[in-house]
């Protein structure tokens, strides 16, 4: 018991001071600095309790690895705290707003976790006989059933590991309907808009095929005259994001898709903005061949970090043929795994080929299942419109203090230039950086190309009007700071994060990419 | 709906500044002729209750591999996860934080990269690893494609042993950029398969997994010394990342690039995803490498920190011209990974591989006691291959009617291939008891 | 996305700006404040989705609830960025060294918690029939049998709901076993030294005894003499802590034993500080009569920011009839639960009567259950050994640079007094304060009341030579500034913490103990 | 062992540094009649796969509340509690701190103990509540102690309909120091107690619950004045505490304490624990309360923020003067149920009341539908009694033979007393579904 700590001794404030030192251990207070598992070795230590073998009698021919391989020994408590207090060092959706445009911070229900993590799900193997796993197939044809109903399309493929993953997938599909027309060869070219995310041309060129860039108009979408004059009979596909990355809807879409079909092109849609409309608008109604969904965005799986995500693709008509092993089918006799082109031959179907090992990712899959449910049409439908009016609430109450390059309404997401900074000195990097210091991850920056020193900022509907109008006015409150001539709060920022900011043109000109006995310690610790 | 924060009052607020009479009005922009009104056609909401309820139901209806004897491997492993593991990767700090783009707040997610990254570098015996891909198999397949960017060739050479999804995956993304690709036969463990002879002078790269899909262990030396000679690279395979406790590393036999599936450490099987791809290569190829690099730098004030970097190697800055198309990657399963190989350390990682090994032995022995079975493999870790006196698909079928997963029918990922019938591929993990082993015996017995 | 964060546009660290400054949001990076739930009421939200009964026919008499209750409502994602935010205010185990003296702060396995949580314990109704809770029996049995192995005692009552609650219950069933032999009212008096922890006199008041305090050696034990001079017809038992509060074994503790049995009482020890033997040394063996075991120090079962514990007592022959009620017995036909005096009587045993509702610390009693069995025998003997270990290493480390007012070597913990901060003007308080801005939570203090300032480090088994290096030089570093002049380093301290030095003082003369509308927000937000 | 980061040379190392030959020196002080060499009788070590596999199968041995048709309360309830509440309560901050002594670096506890404070007070209607005591029966005998320092009278009276455990840790403390208590014969729903009639000049307080063990709710008022009239404290018993979502609390009634059950929010039955004592009364008593209590204060800065307060009535501080000897309580479990409450909010924490209560009226039909059986109550919240037309034990034995958990038979609590043997007690909450009645309904016909 520590009840004595101020056994007849109740503190007093005192008097406040803010003076800052440096501490022996260079922690401050419960911001505390953890060095590298390789700098806390202990040799012989260990977190798993395990029995050596008996009777070992090895059978590795002339395999056996005699070297030390130089991984650390730690007790699990040692190793709990260190992940423990490294965790201490991010930001996540759990402690505030998370405003990354184009990247749908929303709440994570930690149902799904626990959904997930059933043995039923968690800890079935991905090549048990069939019969042993009805149940996970089912999960996956039912995920699947609701994601084409509220895509209004006819098929899905569910393996794609991710979006970058289904764009891929989506546009094997496309190559593969045109070489099944012999047009393999003669359509070469990709028309990606200027305002594209990157994964677009890059996934373009894993394909070979031409990029060429679609202008945008002023405000802010497609220009659908150079888009007409580049269409042709070597062009393969579009690929356009809807809502755009501006976070506009492209108000031509459905003349596009008319013109690129009748171009004998197909029009590929990258829904990783799906969460702007589902459930009020249905990308099959506007004349889409394939569109990738983000899973860990629209459908709440967890960022993690950096991943793992999902990236089902549904298709159309068109395309639906060409989709890739495997696929689930419904039969008389339960559920059914195509995992063969046999099998998929014996079908009427063409699958160009396979995406990944196994069957996509279920763990995904059944939180995906699980928030749909929740949600059910009605809230998924409610979703599109609280995520479209929180960013048109943050849109008008900002654009006076920021600046707009376009006029609203916007769909999920607000986008600001950097006008608004002209003759501050201080740039959208160092405005962003100042947002840390006022407890907020900084927006989506740079991104899109087509505005000059963007802002982009994509609240999601599970934010609430409180937390919207603190944001709100610490913008304008930064927006004024910035006007004033309060410049080195901007560059020095940030002030009070675990790091200040970090030198990454030093990380690329010499690049340190591993730990080495000899790495200096530096600071850390 | 719970999860749902703004009332309806704030909605009329919200409208009222923004200017807007209805929600409609903010969707202005939508064609006509594609607004919907009414909701699609699907269940309306649900509470928790019933939705747990619902998927328990479903997760009921697959026979989860800890309730019964279970030997399946293939490219997926059973291991035992600390439960310190599954505690951590929830922290919320963890689980919904973004790609740390803004490392100031975001050290904690960069520093576990470069430990994972560290981590990987170490087993596989590579100079550095990259920070995740999505599995084993699409790594393979952005390895070939990084092969031929180094060596400015085109065609990959595949062994035949080389995992059937992996080599499906490989083929499709390099006939979709136009790229031929050589796979050879499956030769079966005890056959040595001459892959050297394939290797031409416009070989970009070789593709040799070990332990085989048949659990064999392979020597790379000879290969890529042969690989070398022509100017090509050796990319090897390591399906299962527990066998490097265990087993001389690729990168100690000459492997340019090793790809591997990560799942066996810190993930379950979750029915084949989401895992974690492991890349690593040699310093000279790291502007060459796929997918995201975090490195060491210094803040403002000198102290150490970590960064994304290189990133003039990815699509967001390169776009076209980018070495991958990959975005989000296996992030949270890297940690996972990391976290549990930091609980094992030098000394648990090896003991692990050793259980796992005297377990495959000993199920091996004890499966090549019974009558008409023979163990085919010479050299393997914790997986091997045995040939059955029938179908090895309908044996595995009257296995897991009593109530064991015996394996995978060698012909499952390789049909229409007749002299596989009767393989039975078997795995054995240190979460196999004598009981087990004897349960499988026994039953194999009964299904003969 | 946000990849482009930084296109084109690598940050240069630039130059370091320590200046403190106070942002709008009054955050500080990854420092947030957070207001009170009510603060952050939403009417009409709400964190979970019910159905409003069909057919409702209330059958509630005259009581149905008409006004307000006054509850705020909330959406699930509000809820759990709340008390995410507040968590991260506080400071724990898995964060650091946590070095509360006679608290027992070890690591928590995650293990425990898992197990805690299977259905088949969490799950279960205290009153289902008892066929269809044989395997919940079975733990108690189970974990009962350990408990009376390692202190070396024939009877465990498992009720009891902490320490505090098995020291009533021991101290019960001495009451019983005096009534019993027709002493109850003769022996009215309670022997306590004066090292005591609080509940001991307090567990004896609640039972109208007087309690006499035994003063202590030079050398921090009790005072034999005085001890046995106190002996005497009237006296009733005697609570001794062993190892004691000072952290020292109590050598006498036999001689004690006997002399008390001589007299006619019984021997009360106090197990709270049970870490320093278990496995070494069976309480049973030294003549102790009643013991409680606080299964959240030994067993490591979480503090869970101060409960819940549980606090089964082990009692000798003399006083196991009077065991209160409910009991395990394990009879032919599996585990029977004893629940009502009639069975008991059946027993021949003479339960007092009842501590609490149902049958104790379940989910208490799982963890440690599971924790005992990781650790088996042999683990639990190293325990004991480790903790020793760090404790005397501590205690060598820094007896040069604090003051030891004892010698060594200690058992579990290192007690110093604040003689070494003599004429520097800081107090023990202070010093302790210091150490948060370092990164550690403080030792206790001012317990136990026997030295001046007392300060109480209690490392416990779980931490390492590297952690335990660390904090010594942090120490060492202290002690030297609080005799160099940095005064205000310590009377301001903490300086870096969520907040600085509370007044207390405020808090007892004018207490505000639950939030009312007109509350004033002031700072918090 | 995994979880002792020591190692042989670490041992050595610090040894050394003491000055001390070996372990066994540390122990020195120890009398050599009572040192042990070797290990105490008991298993050996195990990893964490072989412990989670033995407690499993003990687990499995006990028939969950999930898995059938349930029905049972009398003291704790099932209720459905949301996973957010389990995730945020293991959250290392909040699960491996201690007591929040010292207030600068645990504010994130204080916050939460002054919020749960505040719900409490809300509750049950009264000015202040502590941080939890250990369960809902020893805040009750708590309660009557502090009634005793309040009146600095000595006797309590007890309802007959007290829940009997309740009685038995009253009766348990107050005899133990002393003090008299009178209970009265459990009067069975419908007949009302004539308990006025036992208050007396020497009465220090009237225990009464409500709802009562059979489920029957009672007003308060009439006994409050009673009470007040003749200088002693009416203390208001609830065991169910999502009763006050629709019931008028007691401190609408005239109660001066009020003590409760919490583990009905939040918390899991737990065979019987942790639960969490409620405990609330009126401002000018605070004084005289036992357990912690938090209070707002500012810091140097002049921000606010929480500390523990009035110490001064603990132990630590006051000792044998303390007004209870409580130290650890239930903090976690106060945690939870702070979440829980939040999560419902006033709509959802009313809606949730309904929803049991409506469940439970239909439930009271149903089974008064089946020949012989008799509902006995007048008006109740979610728990009631019936009459079988045989004893009550035998019929849930039968039922739990064929899987229906279907109520606590009266007599169980309070064995010898005829009147009840064959009456049931029997709790609906929202996790009933009308399949669970029908099949209560169905197998309860088959039994009888
Ligand atoms: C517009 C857009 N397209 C594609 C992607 C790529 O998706 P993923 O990161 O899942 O590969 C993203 C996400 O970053 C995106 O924002
Ligand atoms: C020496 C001692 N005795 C008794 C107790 C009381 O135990 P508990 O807090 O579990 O009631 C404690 C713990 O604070 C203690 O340190």
Not at chain 1, 98 to 121: D, Q, V
Not at chain 1, 261 to 283: E, L, Q, S, T
């Amino acid at each position: 018991m520590s009840g004595m700590n101020n056994q007849g001794r109740p503190t007093a404030a005192g008097e406040a001071s803010s003076s800052s030192f440096e501490t022996y251990t260079g922690n401050k207070g419960l911001r505390l600095e953890e060095p590298l598992i390789f700098e806390l070795d202990n040799p012989g230590a260990t977190g798993v309790d395990l029995d050596e073998p008996e009777g070992y009698e090895p059978k590795l021919g002339a395999f056996e690895r005699k070297a030390r391989i130089g991984l650390p020994g730690m007790s699990e408590p040692d190793v709990m705290r260190h992940y423990v207090r490294l965790s201490r060092k991010n930001y996540s959706i759990d402690a505030g707003l998370y405003p990354l445009g184009s990247c749908t911070m929303k709440h994570n229900p930690r149902l799904n976790e626990k959904m997930a993590r059933l043995p039923g799900f968690a800890d079935v193997h991905p090549l048990q006989p069939q019969k042993t796993v009805q149940g996970a197939l089912e999960l996956m044809d039912t995920l699947a059933h609701w994601l084409k109903e509220l895509t209004g399309m006819p098929a899905v493929a569910m393996s794609p590991k991710a979006g970058a993953h289904g764009e891929l997938c989506g546009m094997m599909a496309i190559r593969a309907a045109l070489v099944a027309r012999g047009e393999g060869d003669k359509r070469t070219r990709i028309l990606v808009p200027e305002s594209a995310h990157g994964t677009n041309p890059a996934t373009a060129a894993l394909l070979q095929y031409k990029v060429d860039a679609i202008p945008a108009t002023a405000d802010g979408r497609v220009d659908l005259a150079a888009f007409k004059a580049k269409l042709g009979p070597d062009v393969a596909a579009i690929m356009l994001t809807n809502p755009n990355t501006c976070g506009l809807f492209e108000r031509d879409i459905i003349e596009i898709a008319d013109a690129v079909h009748a171009a004998g092109a197909y029009f590929y849609c990258d829904g990783a903005n799906f969460n702007a409309i589902v459930g009020r608008v249905r990308p099959g109604d506007l004349g889409v061949d394939a569109m990738h969904i983000n899973l860990h965005k629209t459908f709440s799986t967890p960022h993690g970090g950096g991943g793992p995500g999902a990236g089902p693709v549904v298709l159309s008509e068109a395309l639906a043929p060409f989709a890739p092993l495997p696929y689930v089918v419904h039969g008389a006799d339960g559920f059914r795994l195509v995992e063969t082109v046999g099998e998929a031959k014996a079908d009427g179907s063409h699958p160009f080929g396979r995406m990944v090992a196994f069957h996509g990712q279920m763990g995904m899959f059944v939180r995906a299942m699980a928030y749909m449910m929740s949600h059910g049409s009605d809230g998924l439908r409610q979703v599109a419109e609280d995520a479209v009016l929180n960013a048109n609430y943050v849109l008008a109450s900002l654009k006076d203090y920021l600046s707009a390059p376009f006029e609203g309404p916007c769909m999920h997401e607000a986008l600001f230039d950097d006008r608004f900074l002209k003759g501050t000195g201080v740039e959208t990097l160092d405005f962003a950086k100042a947002m840390i210091d006022e407890g907020y991850h900084p927006m989506t920056m740079y991104f899109p190309l087509v505005v000059h020193g963007a802002l982009l900022i994509e609240p999601t509907e599970t934010e609430s009007k409180h937390t919207l109008d603190q944001f709100i006015g610490t913008l304008k409150h930064l927006a004024q700071a910035a006007k004033g001539n309060d410049k080195s709060r901007f560059t020095g920022a940030p002030h009070f994060a675990p790091r200040h900011r970090l030198d990454e043109t030093l990380a690329a000109r010499n690049p340190v990419l591993r730990w080495q006995a000899e790495t200096p310690k530096q600071a850390a610790e | 709906m719970r999860y749902l924060p703004l009332t309806q009052a704030d909605r009329r607020e919200m409208l009222g500044v923004i200017g807007a009479k209805s929600v409609d009005d903010l969707f202005r922009d939508v064609p006509e002729r594609a607004r919907r009104d009414g909701f699609v056609d699907l269940p309306r909401r649900q509470g928790e209750l019933e939705v747990e309820r619902a998927l328990t139901k479903m997760a009921a209806k697959n026979i989860s591999a800890d309730s019964v004897p279970f030997f399946i491997g293939g490219g997926a492993y059973r291991h035992h996860v600390p439960s310190v593991v599954d505690h951590l990767i929830q922290r919320s700090e963890f689980l919904t934080s973004y790609t740390p783009y803004q490392p100031e707040i975001t050290q904690g997610t960069l520093q576990y990269l470069f430990e994972f990254q560290t981590q990987v570098a170490l087993l596989t015996g590579m100079d550095v690893a990259n920070a995740s891909m999505y599995d084993g198999s699409t790594a393979c397949a952005e390895a070939v494609l990084m092969a031929h960017r180094v060596t400015k060739r085109k065609k990959a050479v595949l062994s035949g042993t080389l995992h059937p999804h992996y080599r499906a995956v490989v083929e499709n993304l390099c006939e979709a950029g136009g790229d031929p690709v050589e796979a050879l036969a499956p030769a079966l463990p005890g056959k040595t398969e001459d892959i050297i002879a394939r290797i031409a002078d416009d070989t970009s790269c070789v593709v040799v997994q070990t332990p085989t899909y048949f659990g064999e262990l392979i020597d790379l030396r000879a290969i890529a010394d042969a690989a070398h000679a022509k100017g090509a690279l050796l990319i090897a395979v390591v399906p299962e990342i527990v066998s490097l406790g265990l087993v001389t590393p690729p990168g100690e036999m000459g492997a340019d690039i090793v790809v591997g599936e990560g799942q066996s450490i810190g993930n379950g099987l979750n029915f084949g995803g989401p895992y974690v791809g492991l890349f690593a290569t040699r310093t000279k190829y790291v502007r060459q490498m796929p997918g995201r690099l975090c490195g060491q730098t210094v803040d403002a004030e000198g102290k150490r920190g970590f960064v994304l970097t290189l990133s003039t190697r990815e699509q967001h800055i390169r776009r076209e011209k980018a070495t991958s198309n990959i975005c989000t990657n296996s992030g949270l399963c890297a940690l996972a990974f990391t976290i549990h190989l930091s609980l094992l350390g030098e000394d648990g990682f090896k003991r692990l591989a050793r259980i796992n090994h005297a377990n495959a032995v000993k199920l091996g022995k004890a499966l090549s006691g019974v009558a008409g079975v023979e163990l085919l493999n010479d050299a393997f870790f914790n997986e091997f291959t045995i040939r059955l006196p029938k179908s090895a698909t309908a044996v595995v079928d009257a296995l897991a009617d009593k109530g064991v997963l015996g394996g995978l029918p060698a012909g499952r990922l390789i049909p229409g291939n007749a002299t596989l019938d009767n393989l039975l591929i078997v795995a054995s993990t240190e979460i196999n008891t004598d009981q087990d082993r004897a349960d499988f015996v026994a039953t194999l017995k009964e299904v003969l």
